[in-house]
């Protein structure tokens, strides 16, 4: 059921990242949106890891994907690769580490 529900949110993460910016409305707080997708990502993921011992592996994982979400962002029109989106995903990351 986790891992369900994790590819679940994956998906929704990597499509609200990969419309096209003219199809999103403004979006005043996007740095916290990365925050707590990408925390609320590590979570699960750390989590179901847990009892295999790959829990740094899921992290890993988790940043992939969110490094690879916003290279693909330079294919989407009005969008772009954002180092600032790739440290706040990487910060809720970090937190979901540490709270995990």
């Known amino acids: 059921m986790e891992l369900a529900l994790l590819l679940c949110l994956t998906a929704a993460v990597s499509a609200g990242c990969l419309v096209p910016a003219r199809w999103l409305p403004p979006l005043p707080n996007d740095k916290l949106m990365h925050f707590v997708a990408f ?36 294919t989407v029109p009005g969008r772009k690769f954002c180092w600032r989106d790739l440290i706040a995903n990487t910060a809720g990351i970090a937190l979901a580490a540490l709270i995990a």
Do not use: D, K, P, Y
């Open 39 to 74: 925390g609320l990502l590590a979570l699960l993921a750390v989590r179901i890891a847990q009892g295999s011992g790959q829990r740094a592996a899921a992290l890993v994982i988790v940043f992939v994907i969110g490094l690879v979400i916003e290279l693909l962002q330079n």
